[in-house]
Every structure is written in structure tokens, then in C-alpha cells.
């Protein structure tokens, strides 16, 4: 395929009538807003919220950002920062998080006929039957109006593809638009590549690091170089993936709004310790573990797995200590979500590839190949038998329900282990004020 | 708590019968829903009292409120604020500028806070136990109460 040099590409972009309108809504530092909501003390106090065991920074507020937290940061490298600039910080709370997510997004569905939950803190609202006028100030009263209602605070853009909503959100955030509304629609050609000539490939919905790297490469730097880029030669060369999103910043709408999310192909669980582990018992405790609540996940979705992998690894940001890392994987003969299938298979791995005298800090479990429930391809070899899935499938199903009923746990293999020392502990977790009756806010 | 969750079977609401057709099956229609009264479900929080300063104006120890936090606070309003790092539950003295929350009991002075910092929502239903059994529900559903300074205790 011919390459063509850039500038040489015609600079009259394809037009295609804008159909399609769409809002993308971002929460601002979902996961900090979600404390401040419960805490009016900590609204002008920079604050950060640790995940994966109090390990890193998965959110910070504004100003945390500004004196150099960024998210990634081991726990103990931001130490100083913390005490220098007395930062408030979290562990995470998801239940809480989740909660909230939920109330911004039933709101959100009052305002659109179709809306796309795409993470927790993100959603794309149809906006298709407003018309032009209508779109920022409709944006605005959105922005408005969650804010009032639940104190999250969210940035809204608006575009005729989902790319450049992103990208309209984006804008928001960089120039602190007091409206919380940017509008790709109604701006001139010139305006628009003003915009994507400041916004590199690399912060584009749909170009991962790994691309980024290969399209800096060629030369494409910015969202407007990939813009004009020839899109055949895209294609060739990167996949249609990036041809999807270089139309789409020429305003094509290549991605069209899902309601319902896709089956999913993988899943993983997989988590760093509260405290290294040396010993292969304690790790096989663990891996057991992951593989039980990989199990609930695949019977969730009604799906099942061919193919598991295992990995350990010891701390990276430990200096002093000698490095390991490993990986293993296996296929089953059949398709499975029997739990004790899991454990036996994960089990086998780490025996495989432990190795004594390290100190482990994080493991998983992930799982390929998913299928769903119904499909079941018969071994050539024999080794199938109906009734014996039926009865794996009816005792897990009970297993499941009676957590379901009970709670977490209340059933649970004995491999999993029952004190569980390694797991991690967050230690500055909020209280759920609004799933659990026992932390719910108290006034005096 | 193993008496709260008495063994059920898989039946819910909605189905039809097996045998002879209920004559009213069509009629049915969405059951009362105490979330029918609030305001905005997704601004609604659930908060639990402690102590007795509003015991004069209604709002006991143990009590559970109803707090919406898209409403604005007025000149009289049952408000939740936060004072320093605790929450109160007062009501609500506007005077021009001056600002301060109030008891319902005289061992608990007024407060004097800065406007629009400390006000986190408004009261808008009160759930008060009236017989034993659900005082004691109420009780064991919501946190345990922590040691505290409550001069009335």
C-alpha cells in the first residue's frame, strides 16, 4: 500500500451529515467527589484514594495533582507529598463508589432516550433529537442538575461521534470550563483542527499506549495529523480500529452507542497482598481464592472458560529484594465454571512455577476463550457426561445462591483458606452510607 | 440475625396461578412504594440520630431521617450539617447574614456557623419507632452507638 506523505493528503475532510449527535458526561474525579459528598471539610483539601490494598494512588483530587501525586504512584513514594501538603487520603470504597455511579446515571437516563453506561464515572447520552441550539444549553442544565442532586460535578462533550464527545470532555477539564459543556457542533473546520492539533494520539478513545508508540512512529503525533492522515493507508496499516478514529475526528460516527454491553472474552482477578508472601502454601491459599470468585464471575454471565492462566510476581518497587515473575497457563479439555475445576487447575500452576526464597506480593487468575453457558462441544475422547455437568452445574448454582442469600462467604471451598492473613487490608475506607445500615451517617 | 431471614421459596410477585386463573390477575397494579414519597431518590439519603437535642421538636434518639440533598435549606428547615468533623441535626436560624443552627434543648447551645459551608441536606421525613419492637428493630438495624460526650446521658 502506498503511503502517502501527510501533507501532501487533500485537506478537505470527508462530510457527512451529522446524524448522529453525541453528549459524553465524564465525572470529575469521580471516586474523590464521591468522599467530598460525605465530608464538607476535606472540599478544598487536596485528596487522594488508594486501591489494590492501600499499594497506589488510583484517584486524586485537583490540587493533589498539582503538587505532583499522580495516579500509579506507589502509596509510600507520595509519603512526603502527603505530609508536606497535608493530603486527606482514602482507601478505596467501592460499594460506595458503585452506589453513586448508579444515582448519577439513573438521573443521567432522564435526559436521553439512549444512554451508554461506558465505565463507572462515564456515560454517552444520545442527543441526536435536540437541535442545534438546544445542545448547550441542554448540556448545561444536565451539568446543573446532577450537580445539584448528587455533588458530582461532571464534564460534558458534545460532537457527532463519541471520539470527539471525548475529546469535547476533555477540553472541558483543560481550559476548567465554568459550564461543564464543550460543543464540537457549529464549529468551523478551522476551529476544530485548532483543538486536535493540542491533543495527542496517545489521549484518543480507541488508541491504546502500544499504538501510540507505533503511530508516533510515523509521524503521527496529534489528533489532527491522524485526522488527515490518508485512511486507507490507515487501515493497512494499523487495522481498521484507527481508521474508526480517524473518521470519527472528522466527525463520521463509526461507533454507535451500545445499551447493552458486549459478552465479555476475558476476565481477571487479581490482586496484590496485604503483606508479601513467601511460602507456596499461603499462595496456593490465595490463587485458590481468586479462582472461587472467577468461578461467581463466569456463573454471573452465564459463561464458562476453556483456557486459565495463572501469574505471581514479587514487588517491582521493592529495590532491596531479588525479582521473580512468572506465568502459566492451561487449556481444559472441556468448557468449565465448576469451581473445584478451577481451583485444581490454578493450583497445579503455581506449584508449576513458584520458586522458594522470594517474597510474592501480588497474584492472579484470568481466564480466556469464554463461552457462554449453552454451548457445549462433547470431547471426541469421550470423558463427557451429561448427567455429571448437570450435577456440577446444580451444586454450584446452590453454592451461588446461598452467598446470594446469606452473603459473601457464607459458603465457600476450604482451600480458600479461612483466615486469609495475606488478603489486604484498606485501612482508611469510608464508611458505605448508603449500602450498609451499620455505617450509615450518624448525627448528634 | 439468622431469624431476619426466614427460608423462602423462589415465588415472587407477578406470576399467575397454575390452577384456576386468578380473576383479579389483570388488575394488578405497582404496589405502594414509601420511595413514591420522596423527592429526588437519587439525592435521598438515610441518616441515623443520636442524642436528644431535637428531642423537643421531634426527632428522638434512634431516630432514622430522610434527608434530600437537592433541596435548599430555608429560614426554619431541619437541616444536617456538619460542624468541624461531626455531623448535627438542627434547625436552621437565618437572620440577614448570621447564620446558626438550633436545639430543641436547652443543654445544647446555638451554633454560629459560616453560610453555605456547613448546610449537607435537608430533613424531609422523620421514622419514629412507636412500640417496643420496632424501637428495638431500629436499634439493632442502624450503628451501634459510640461512647459519647451527650451531656443529657
Known amino acids: 500500500m502506498r503511503q502517502l506523505p501527510l501533507w501532501q493528503v487533500p485537506s478537505v475532510p470527508i462530510q457527512a451529515p451529522p446524524s448522529h449527535i453525541f453528549a459524553l458526561a465524564d465525572g470529575n474525579n469521580f471516586y474523590v467527589e464521591c468522599e467530598r459528598a460525605f465530608d464538607l471539610t476535606i472540599r478544598k483539601r487536596p485528596v487522594i484514594v488508594l486501591g489494590n490494598g492501600d499499594g497506589c494512588v488510583v484517584a486524586t483530587s485537583r490540587e493533589a495533582k498539582s503538587f505532583g501525586v499522580k495516579r500509579g504512584m506507589p502509596h509510600f513514594l507520595c509519603r512526603p507529598l502527603i505530609e508536606r501538603y497535608n493530603i486527606a487520603v482514602y482507601s478505596s470504597n467501592y460499594p460506595l463508589y458503585q452506589e453513586m455511579s448508579d444515582r448519577v446515571m439513573s438521573l443521567l437516563a432522564h435526559y436521553t432516550p439512549r444512554l451508554e453506561v461506558f465505565s463507572i464515572d462515564e456515560a454517552y447520552l444520545d442527543f441526536s433529537h435536540l437541535s442545534k441550539e438546544q445542545l448547550i444549553s441542554s448540556g448545561q442544565h444536565v451539568c446543573r442538575e446532577i450537580y445539584q442532586r448528587t455533588g458530582i460535578s461532571l464534564s460534558l462533550g458534545i460532537a457527532p461521534s463519541k471520539v470527539l464527545a471525548k475529546l469535547g470532555s476533555e477540553v472541558v477539564k483543560r481550559q476548567r470550563l465554568q459550564t461543564g459543556v464543550f460543543s464540537f457542533v457549529g464549529l468551523s473546520a478551522e476551529q476544530i483542527d485548532e483543538i486536535l492539533s493540542q491533543i495527542l494520539v496517545e489521549d484518543l478513545l480507541g488508541i491504546g499506549d502500544k499504538l501510540a508508540v507505533q503511530l508516533n512512529r510515523e509521524g503521527i503525533i496529534t489528533a489532527r495529523r491522524l485526522k488527515y492522515a490518508d485512511h486507507a493507508w490507515l487501515r493497512h496499516r494499523f487495522g481498521v480500529g484507527v481508521q474508526r478514529v480517524a473518521l470519527e475526528l472528522r466527525g463520521i460516527c463509526c461507533m454507535p452507542l451500545h445499551t447493552t454491553p458486549k459478552p465479555r472474552k476475558a476476565l481477571t482477578v487479581s490482586l496484590a497482598f496485604g503483606r508479601p508472601i513467601e511460602h507456596l502454601e499461603e499462595l496456593l491459599e490465595a490463587i485458590s481464592h481468586y479462582s472461587g470468585q472467577v468461578g461467581v464471575k463466569l456463573r454471573q454471565h452465564h459463561q464458562q472458560t476453556t483456557c486459565l492462566e495463572v501469574f505471581i510476581r514479587t514487588n517491582p518497587f521493592d529495590k532491596r529484594t531479588a525479582q521473580y515473575a512468572r506465568s502459566a497457563q492451561m487449556t481444559f479439555a472441556l468448557p468449565t465454571s465448576y469451581t473445584p475445576d478451577l481451583i485444581r487447575a490454578a493450583k497445579a500452576l503455581v506449584t508449576q512455577i513458584y520458586r522458594p526464597g522470594y517474597l510474592y506480593k501480588k497474584a492472579g487468575v484470568l481466564v480466556s476463550a469464554l463461552q457462554p453457558e449453552e454451548v457445549i462441544q462433547p470431547d471426541l475422547f469421550g470423558a463427557f457426561s451429561w448427567e455429571h455437568e448437570v450435577r456440577q452445574a446444580a451444586q454450584m448454582a446452590l453454592l451461588d445462591e446461598i452467598n446470594r442469600r446469606y452473603g459473601r462467604d457464607t459458603l465457600f471451598f476450604a482451600a480458600q483458606g479461612t483466615q486469609r492473613s495475606w488478603q489486604q487490608r484498606a485501612r482508611r475506607r469510608s464508611p458505605r452510607y448508603t449500602t450498609n445500615w451499620q455505617e450509615v451517617l450518624t448525627v448528634t | ?153
Not at chain 2, 66 to 91: H, I, K, L, M
Open chain 2, 1 to 153: 440475625m439468622s431469624d431476619a431471614l426466614p427460608p423462602s421459596s423462589e415465588w415472587q410477585p407477578g406470576g399467575e396461578t397454575t390452577g384456576f386463573p386468578s380473576p383479579a390477575h389483570l388488575w394488578r397494579e405497582r404496589v405502594l412504594s414509601l420511595n413514591d414519597v420522596l423527592l429526588c431518590p437519587e439525592a435521598t439519603y438515610f441518616v441515623c440520630v443520636r442524642g436528644h437535642a431535637m428531642r423537643k421538636a421531634g426527632i428522638s434518639d434512634h431516630d432514622l431521617l430522610v434527608v434530600d440533598r437537592s433541596v435548599p435549606a430555608r429560614n426554619g428547615s431541619f437541616v444536617v450539617a456538619q460542624v468541624e468533623t461531626t455531623f448535627v441535626v438542627r434547625r436552621l436560624s437565618l437572620e440577614g447574614a448570621r447564620m446558626r443552627l438550633l436545639s430543641a434543648h436547652p443543654s445544647y447551645p446555638p451554633i454560629e456557623v459560616e453560610p453555605s459551608v456547613a448546610i449537607w441536606g435537608v430533613v424531609i421525613y422523620v421514622l419514629h419507632a412507636t412500640t417496643p419492637w420496632s424501637k428495638q428493630r431500629l436499634k439493632e438495624t442502624l450503628p451501634a452507638p459510640k461512647p459519647s460526650s451527650d451531656p443529657d446521658l
